[in-house]
């Protein structure tokens, strides 16, 4: 059975940095598609970050929302994925889930496999 086990969330202040990880277990995903949603309270789960598997030359893609601060990326030897995460703001403030799919799609309805999520807290 897969399971997804996200961890390293937390409370940090705004412009600070945390890294997140995706440990998987029961199957080696390195052709799945891996992403990150988060919901934050009282909205609808959203796309974070993807990345592709090997097959698809790892290439990535980011929620407008994200671009240019956060990293997707992913250690098939390890089969972890990570979503660093930079110059965090108040609105970052979310339950941050990882999925997989066999894809191309990675919309919420299309993920097969979920962790259960980590809380990232970001104060003003």
């Known amino acids: 059975q897969v399971q997804l086990v996200e961890s390293g969330g937390g409370l940090v202040q705004a412009g600070g940095s945390l890294r997140l990880s995706c440990s998987v277990s029961?199957?080696?995903?390195?052709?799945?598609?891996m992403a990150w949603f988060r919901q934050a309270p009282g909205k609808e789960r959203e796309f974070v970050a993807v990345?592709?598997?090997?097959?698809?030359?790892?290439?990535?893609n980011y929620a407008d929302s994200v671009k240019g601060r956060f990293i997707i990326s992913r250690d098939n030897a390890k089969n972890t994925v990570y979503l660093q995460m930079n110059s965090l703001k108040p609105e970052d403030t979310a339950v941050y889930y990882c999925?997989?799919?066999?894809?191309?799609?990675?919309?919420?309805?299309?993920?097969?496999?979920w962790g259960k999520g980590t809380l990232v807290t970001v104060s003003s």
């Open positions: 999925a997989a799919t066999r894809g191309p799609r990675y919309t919420v309805a299309e993920m097969e496999y």
């Open positions: 029961g199957r080696t995903l390195d052709s799945y598609v």
């Open positions: 990345i592709y598997g090997v097959w698809s030359g790892g290439n990535r």
